[in-house]
Nanobody, 127 residues
Framework: QVQLVESGGGLVQAGGSLRLSCAAS????????MGWFRQAPGQEREFVAA????????SYADSVKGRFTISRDNAKNTVYLQMNSLKAEDTAVYYC????????????????????WGQGTQVTVSS
């Protein structure tokens, strides 16, 4: 079992930056692929970024490439999402997710590939 707690959300002006953190606990947390997803009101949950268990491979949605960076510190069991050049359309609840599969090198990009989810943190970008 893996528990995830997100933090770092808030209100920011367009063009600004935020860094989200996801603190993971559980026996397999540091061996799992980790991902960030987001969900805006009335929309489906969508993929944002993912990182393999070693941090050696990452994947990003086209809409955030070049603006967002995912990273992890396995010593601290924490995954980060650095978000720069934020736009109004980035407004959503952001969720951290962890896979049950461990020691995989693939950064999963669909929600069904993740078994554990945090409660989410709100990001609001004002235009």
């Amino acid at each position: 079992q893996v528990q995830l707690v997100e933090s770092g959300g808030g209100l920011v002006q367009a063009g600004g930056s935020l860094r989200l953190s996801c603190a993971a606990s559980g026996r397999t947390a540091r061996s799992s692929t980790m991902g960030w997803f987001r969900q805006a009101p009335g929309q489906e949950r969508e993929f944002v970024a993912a990182i393999s268990w070693t941090g050696g491979r990452t994947s990003y949605a086209d809409s955030v490439k070049g603006r967002f960076t995912i990273s992890r510190d396995n010593a601290k069991n924490t995954v980060y999402l650095q978000m720069n050049s934020l736009k109004a359309e980035d407004t959503a609840v952001y969720y951290c997710a962890a896979s049950a599969a461990v020691f995989t090198t693939t950064p999963f990009t669909t929600p069904l590939q993740y078994e554990y989810w945090g409660q989410g943190t709100q990001v609001t970008v004002s235009s």
